[in-house]
């Protein structure tokens, strides 16, 4: 089979060209990076987990009308996706402080937020992705003013729902980033989710111990960051039956 074109390599995905026209495979690495690429490192079969976890989620909000950019999954790394044209913005929905907004805004780590708040960040590493306003959003023509009422409506019941979700297995759901892109058919765009929805972009703590289940177990060496990500794999109920073994391909038999 011949190999497929490479179009991107991102910090913890890669994009090749897909079977037909208008579809993208997107591969998901081990590597891990925290702190605009500052901190790297891998995490052992985080690549597969993500795969597994970004597709269980994106089925899920599916069905309950959430258009996504996923088609299927193809291996243990990779699922089939239809390119879309990124809104070039990073939706951040914070429903506890945390991160960033705890250190900006001097709000002690795990307090409950009034009402869940959603930020703007412009995906430009080598401006480290600064958050932005709606106002400059619209303004720089990055999305315009319908595509963000979309995107926040959108964001919205993504968060209802998610919150949901992880509450009934015992995690709480206390912020997340979401890409959007435009997906065009005919003359028709509408606005749906891509990229990956994945412990690298959620913050997930126990609901009774609030141990942190996500990539700040990285971010902030805590350790067991593997099982962390396979934990809330297993709670999701979709680990693969053979566990870690089979995260790791194939092994040689002694
Ligand atoms: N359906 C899609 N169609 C086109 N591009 C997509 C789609 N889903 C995700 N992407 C883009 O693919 C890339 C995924 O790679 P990765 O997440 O590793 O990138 P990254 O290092 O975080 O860089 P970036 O700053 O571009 O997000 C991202 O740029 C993301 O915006
Ligand atoms: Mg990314």
């Given at each position: ?58 089925l ?24 879309v ?99 065009w ?8 989710l ?21 990539k700040?177990?990285f ?36």
């Amino acid at each position: 089979m011949a190999r497929r074109r490479q179009l991107y390599e991102g910090k913890a995905k890669i994009l090749y060209e897909g079977p037909e026209p208008g579809t993208l495979v997107q591969y998901f690495k081990d590597d891990a990076t925290a702190f605009n690429a500052q901190k790297k490192g891998t995490i052992p079969g985080k690549g597969v987990l993500n795969n597994r976890i970004s597709e269980f989620l994106m089925l899920r909000l599916a069905e309950v009308g959430i258009p996504t950019h996923f088609i299927r999954r193809l291996t243990m790394r990779e699922q089939l996706i239809r390119e879309v044209e990124i809104v070039p913005i990073e939706v951040v929905v914070r429903n506890i402080a945390a991160g960033s907004m705890s250190t900006r805004l001097g709000i002690a780590e795990g307090t409950r937020l009034p009402r869940s708040i959603i930020e703007y960040y412009y995906k430009n590493d080598a401006l480290n992705d600064p958050m932005v306003a709606e106002e400059h959003i619209t303004a720089f023509g990055w999305a315009s003013p319908q595509d963000m009422d979309d995107i926040v409506h959108l964001t919205l019941r993504i968060n209802d729902f998610l919150t949901g979700l992880f509450l009934g297995v015992g995690i709480t759901l206390v912020d997340f980033k979401v890409e959007f892109g435009r997906l065009w058919e005919n003359e028709d765009m509408r606005i749906v989710l891509a990229d990956e929805i994945s412990p690298d972009n959620c913050r997930l703590w126990d609901t009774k111990t609030n141990e942190k289940m996500d990539k700040d177990r990285f971010r902030r060496d805590l350790g067991r960051v593997e099982e962390a990500y396979q934990e809330v794999a297993k709670r999701l109920g979709i680990l693969p039956e053979a566990g870690m073994r089979d995260m790791k391909g194939p092994e040689l038999m002694q």
